[in-house]
């Protein structure tokens, strides 16, 4: 199951639940029709704005995050409502959404790389 809902005018919308995530998907682009919010514009604005929170590493092609990194593990951190990896958020913002029983993994194994070529999901094994 799939609730889906979408920000109009700093509040959310609930648009119900649904059997698949592209029946939210499909939903969330019919309510921002009627609602006149342009996915497109906000998704290219949200991705313009996270490309100013990293530098491109010419020698090995990643993209170090330059805001927080997490103390513990060296991963990148992104505060949207919430702390996000900045790994994952690169992912949803460039790639597309990050399916329920996987994550995230860098290929380059460089923990503050948000280089959305050097992503690739794996399932999660519930055995870690």
Avoid at 8 to 32: D, P, T
Avoid at 71 to 77: E, L, Q, S, V
Avoid at 89 to 101: D, E, K, M, W
Wanted: charged fraction near 30%; proline fraction near 5%; aromatic fraction near 10%.
């Amino acid at each position: 199951m799939w609730m889906a809902d979408i920000r109009v005018n700093k509040q959310n919308v609930y648009l119900g639940v649904f059997n698949s995530e592209l029946e939210a998907q499909e939903a969330r682009i019919r309510a921002e029709f009627d609602y006149g919010v342009d996915p497109a514009s906000k998704l290219e604005k949200a991705r313009l704005a996270f490309e100013e929170l990293y530098i491109p590493e010419p020698n090995t092609g990643c993209y170090l995050w330059l805001e927080a990194i997490r103390k513990n593990d060296g991963y990148g951190a992104k505060r949207h409502k919430k702390v996000d990896l900045a790994h994952r958020v690169s992912y949803v913002l460039f790639i597309g959404p990050i399916p329920r029983g996987f994550r995230v993994l860098h290929t380059c194994d460089v923990r503050s790389c948000v280089n959305p070529g050097h992503l690739r999901l794996e399932k999660h094994s519930k055995l870690e």
